[in-house]
């Protein structure tokens, strides 16, 4: 939505696969996802959502992410 892109590409399918694994750390038999209260998955997601986005040339607002 940051970026407003025009379509959804598998290499934005693939970012947030890897910032959802990235912010669940370790899976256990009991934990695969990270919490849902944890406040950092959707920023995390939407970052690297919005660089592929970029990296894929779809995004309409294509200002440079912030760093955090």
Same mark, same amino acid.
């Given at each position: 939505?940051?970026?407003?892109?025009?379509?959804?590409?598998?290499?934005?399918? *693939?970012? *947030? *696969?890897?910032?959802? *694994?990235?912010?669940?750390?370790?899976?256990?038999?009991? @934990?695969?996802?990270? =919490?849902?209260?944890?406040? =950092?998955?959707?920023?995390?997601?939407?970052?690297?959502?919005?660089?592929?986005? @970029?990296?894929?040339?779809?995004?309409?607002?294509?200002?440079?992410?912030?760093?955090?």
């Amino acid at each position: 939505l940051a970026v407003r892109a025009s379509r959804f590409t598998p290499g934005m399918l *693939a970012a *947030a *696969a890897r910032a959802l *694994a990235g912010v669940a750390g370790e899976p256990s038999p009991q @934990r695969i996802l990270p =919490s849902p209260f944890n406040r =950092s998955v959707a920023v995390e997601v939407g970052r690297a959502v919005a660089d592929a986005a @970029r990296e894929d040339g779809v995004c309409h607002e294509c200002q440079e992410s912030p760093e955090s």
